[in-house]
């Protein structure tokens, strides 16, 4: 039997001895049953942390699963608009962010293509030489910027209203820095180290479709002038006017 006195936990342990009399021996073991208690207590928070930890891995990996086959329907866009509005597609549906916005730099100035929230951004054109917003630090700089906390961002300007977090990553397509993915969120600390690998990998492949619409459209354009100049030479040959021969190629190139 177990006895309790003082807060202390002992444990009785009785044995017989000659002539019908019985012995017994009384251990304190309070110190052995806190220690298996805590134990106990680290083991079940480590095994919670460790079921997390694997939940967490699960949805990373299914997340990147599903960017990868975003990308192949990225390089299938024909237009910008395509490649801007799939972006965001991922951002709200794959990556789970509520505010989102596509800002691509114009001259000076970092413009919203698109964006996703319950209301529109108050602030749609920012200027890149300025000194405020974290799209435009993240734009100069050409690193992402996690914010935790907005409040203590001196450089923070309000997009959406009543936000507290933000996850800024710029877009690099062949070395030039097109502009950059922007999620807010109405709760502090909202975006962790996951979020930003992950929209890093989103911002690779917008970055690479951008890249790669660019080039069939330089392609097409060029098989276009060849295809001209082809049908120019043909007239040129049926004609002995110098400077007609002159206008046919000027068109061609044209």
């Given at each position: 039997p177990n006895e309790q006195n003082s807060d202390r936990i002992f444990h009785m342990r009785s044995f017989p001895l000659p002539d019908n009399c019985v012995g017994a021996i009384l251990e304190d073991v309070t110190e052995h049953r806190c220690l298996r208690e805590n134990l106990k207590s680290r083991f079940e928070r480590l095994e919670k942390l460790v079921q997390e930890r694997t939940m967490e891995l699960k949805q990373d990996?299914?997340?990147?699963r599903q960017l990868n086959l975003h990308a192949g329907k990225l390089n299938?866009?024909?237009?910008?608009?395509?490649?801007?509005?799939?972006?965001?597609?991922?951002?709200?549906?794959?990556?789970?962010?509520?505010?989102?916005?596509?800002?691509i730099r114009e001259k000076n100035n970092l413009v919203v293509k698109r964006y996703r929230g319950r209301t529109k951004p108050s602030l749609t054109c920012l200027p890149i030489?300025?000194?405020?917003?974290?799209?435009?630090?993240?734009?100069?700089?050409?690193?992402?910027?996690?914010?935790?906390?907005?409040?203590?961002?001196?450089?923070?300007?309000?997009?959406?209203?009543?936000?507290?977090?933000?996850?800024?990553?710029?877009?690099?397509?062949?070395g030039r820095n097109l502009g950059v993915l922007n999620v807010e969120s109405q709760k502090l600390n909202a975006f962790s180290q996951r979020d930003t690998t992950l929209l890093q990998t989103l911002a690779s492949h917008t970055a690479t479709a951008i890249s790669n619409l660019s080039k069939r459209s330089e392609i097409e354009k060029r098989t276009s002038q060849m295809a001209s100049l082809m049908r120019s030479s043909a007239e040129m040959i049926h004609t002995t006017n110098l400077h007609r021969r002159l206008q046919t190629i000027v068109e061609a190139i044209e």
């Open positions: 990996e299914k997340r990147s299938a866009a024909e237009t910008l608009d395509e490649i801007y509005e799939w972006t965001l597609d991922a951002m709200e549906k794959t990556l789970g962010f509520e505010n989102a916005a596509f800002m030489q300025g000194t405020k917003g974290i799209t435009v630090r993240a734009t100069k700089t050409g690193r992402a910027i996690l914010v935790p906390d907005v409040s203590k961002d001196k450089n923070y300007i309000a997009g959406f209203p009543d936000i507290k977090s933000e996850l800024v990553v710029p877009v690099f397509a062949e």
